[in-house]
Structures are given as C-alpha cells and as structure tokens.
C-alpha cells in the first residue's frame, strides 16, 4: 500500500503521539508499505516554531516537513478566546479562533496534500484536536481518497473533540482508530462513525534493552539503596507532576530512602514548583533527556507514577512494564483501560496525594509486591501491545477500508 501519515509532529519531536505516529510508520515499512509523513519542521508545539530540515528518509520513511506559523503570545490570546466563548453559544464564530490558535497552520502541507493526495491509497491523520487534521481531512476528501484517524480523545478533555470542525473529521473519516477500549465505547456513543476499532499503542521491545540498575542509578545520582519514584512527562499541570512533589514531600518525614526522578520537558508551571519546592530533599530534576537517558530513568526507578487527567494511552506505563516496574496512574477512563488496579499497578484519585503516598509506602514496604505487579504488567505488554501486534491491526484496518471502497464504487 502508499500511505500518507499526516501528523503535528515526528521525530525527533518527543511526545507520545510523536512517538505512535514515529513507530508505526516505522513497522509499516518493515512491512512492505511505502509510507510517506507530511509534518511540521517543528519539535515544540507551544510555539511551532520551525527548526528541523524540510526533508529526510528515518529508517525507510520519507518525511516531508512544512513551515508553520509561529504559535506566537497573541495567538494563544486567540485560543483562550476561542474556547471562553465557543462552547456557551456553540458559535461556529469563534472556530477560527480555535484553529488559528490552535495550530499548527502550515499552508504548504494543505497545497501539497491537494496536489499529491490521489498518489496514496489511504491517509492516516495522527491527532486530532491540532489544527493540522481538519485542512488534511478536506484535501483528502476532496481527491477521494479515504482517512484514516488515530484521534487520541482524551475523554475527560473536551478540547480534543468538541469543536464543530473537529467532530466533522470524525463523522467524515473512513475508519476511527481508538487507543483504548474506554475511549471506542465514548466514540461509539457519540456515533461519530460506524467504524471505530481499538487499535491502541505498541512498543518495540528489542529498542529497549536489558541495562544494569546499579550504572542505572549512578548515571542518574540515584543512591543504590533509595525507593525511587519516576515522573515521565512533559511537566505540565494535569500530568500530576505537583500531586507526585506533594507525596514526596508527605514520604520524606519518616521515609529518608525515597526519592521522586522527575524526568521531562520543563514548563513555566513546572518552574514555579520548583522554587516553592528548592528545599525539598530526595528530589532529582532532569530536564529533556536522550532516549538513552530515558531508558536508564525507566530501568533505575521502582515505581512509576504519572497521575495524569489527561491521557488519551500513555505509553510510557508500557515503557516502565518493559523494564517490570509496576505503575501508578490516575483513576481516569483511558488509563483504567489500560492499568488493572491492585494487578498490574493502581489507580489513585489524582487530588488526593495522600492516596498516592499510601501507595508508594506500600511498594516500599513490600518489594515483592513491587516486583509480582510488574511482571504481570510486562505478561500484558508482550500479549496484548506489542508494535507487530499494532501494525497488524491498523493494517488490517486500511485493508478493510480499501475493501469497503471498492464494493461502494462498485455499487
């Protein structure tokens, strides 16, 4: 098959979306398929500034990256406004708002898709509540060639689908790709389309590999004998990164030995919390990091702890099963799809850092349990989210979209 991956960012932007969009294409090839991304020169999208080269072929993907305008301080004034007046009136007045704001708005990428698109046999959008999905989802249209959309709704986020031109890629689009099961059942209710599948995310075990926690540990700072908490993320707030602070700062008046990693991008919210906490002890900050730096936080930590309200997956709970690390995640739908509380991790309520504190004292307490509940996490890994057992899936479902446009036309 020819397929066109549209997508905000790839490679070597960081983001789980990124990430998904990164290797699946990445498995298509490997799979036979010619697979072209249409993206941005982007790798940040609170501005979209344009960095990266226009042009490069990553492991067999052709990625064709487009210029962006900036996401500038007056454009996101546009996005507050758009959203303080939207949903009140549900005025298409103030879509463009949302869209200009929004972003990324990359003109060329819209120009190209509508004098390329009928070279592909589908178009497979990556995300979509940035404003790279609706101009994508009409030049596909308009050359008839059918979509393919992975949305990553985060249910509990209305931005991520509640906007006219939003819900109309979704009611427009060939077939729905649903990261969890939590997230099919909310489309479904909505009746956004009549071909919502749970495909979800994989991860490729052999590019995570067996490393030694002991050069783990010193390479981080992590004393050998600490119960380390890891934070993956972007430091934003609804990740929880200030609910994980709180529960280190509750854990550190009687347990000396626990530490929180608090590994990912770093946020103007992010910034604050760290001078209102400069003198909390066992606390280490790490800014962005290499993937291998990653992978030594994942391997050094007994515990993840992402309490994140707005999660669409979150593969990085499979990341840490990878290296057998039980999970703590909040009691959200999307993240209780993927997390069985008190099996293979737990869910907490994401205000209470009481509750999240309980549960670290309990691992810390209890290293065997820490151990049986990433194990059962790593069983579920290889069985059910693996990236061949992803690609199998989404190509399955472009061949059945395929199928399906070939019996209409027929008709």
Not at 138 to 167: F, K, N, S
Not at 382 to 396: D, F, K, M, N, P
Request: proline letters at 4%; aromatic letters at 10%.
């Amino acid at each position: 098959m020819r397929i066109l991956h549209v997508t905000h960012q790839y490679r070597p932007a960081v983001g789980g979306a990124e990430k998904y969009i990164t290797d699946l294409s990445e498995e298509l090839v490997r799979r036979g398929h010619q697979v072209d991304v249409f993206t941005t020169r982007s790798v940040d999208y609170q501005t979209w500034r344009s960095e990266l080269p226009r042009y490069e072929d990553l492991d067999g993907v052709n990625v064709y990256r487009f210029n962006s305008w900036e996401r500038t301080p007056r454009k996101w004034a546009w996005l507050h406004y758009g959203f303080e007046h939207y949903w009140p009136r549900e005025s298409r007045w103030y879509e463009p708002w949302i869209f200009l704001g929004s972003g990324p708005v990359c003109p060329a990428m819209f120009r190209r898709m509508l004098q390329q698109a009928e070279q592909y046999d589908v178009v497979h959008i990556n995300n979509l509540h940035y404003s790279h999905a609706y101009p994508a989802y009409r030049a596909a249209r308009l050359r008839g060639v059918p979509v393919v959309i992975t949305p990553h709704v985060h249910v509990e986020q209305r931005a991520t689908y509640d906007i006219g031109y939003l819900r109309s890629v979704l009611r427009g689009s060939a077939a729905i790709l649903a990261d969890t099961a939590e997230e099919k059942a909310f489309l479904d209710s909505h009746a956004f389309s009549d071909f919502v599948t749970v495909a979800g995310v994989g991860l490729q075990l052999d590019r995570l590999p067996s490393l030694d926690r002991a050069a783990s540990r010193r390479q981080l700072g992590l004393p050998d004998d600490a119960f380390v908490v890891l934070f993956l993320g972007r430091k934003v707030e609804y990740k929880g990164i200030q609910l994980c602070v709180e529960a280190l700062a509750e854990l550190r008046r009687t347990r000396p030995n626990i530490y929180l990693l608090a590994v990912g991008p770093e946020t103007d919210f992010s910034r604050q919390l760290w001078v209102h906490y400069s003198q909390l002890d066992g606390l280490i900050v790490r800014d962005t990091v290499s993937d291998e730096e990653r992978l030594h936080a994942l391997n050094a930590c007994d515990v993840l702890a992402l309490p994140s309200t707005g999660e669409a997956f979150g593969i990085v709970y499979l990341e840490a099963w990878a290296y057998g690390k039980p999970v703590i995640g909040a009691n959200i739908a999307s993240v209780s799809s993927l997390i069985e509380d008190s099996r293979d991790g737990y869910l907490i309520d994401p205000t209470k850092s009481n509750e999240l504190a309980a549960r670290v004292a309990a691992l810390a307490d209890r290293p065997e349990l820490a151990c049986t509940l990433g194990q059962r996490g790593h069983a579920k890994l290889e069985r059910r989210y693996t990236l061949a057992h992803i690609g199998e899936l989404v190509e399955g479902t472009y061949a059945r979209v395929l199928r399906r446009r070939v019996s209409l036309a027929r008709r």
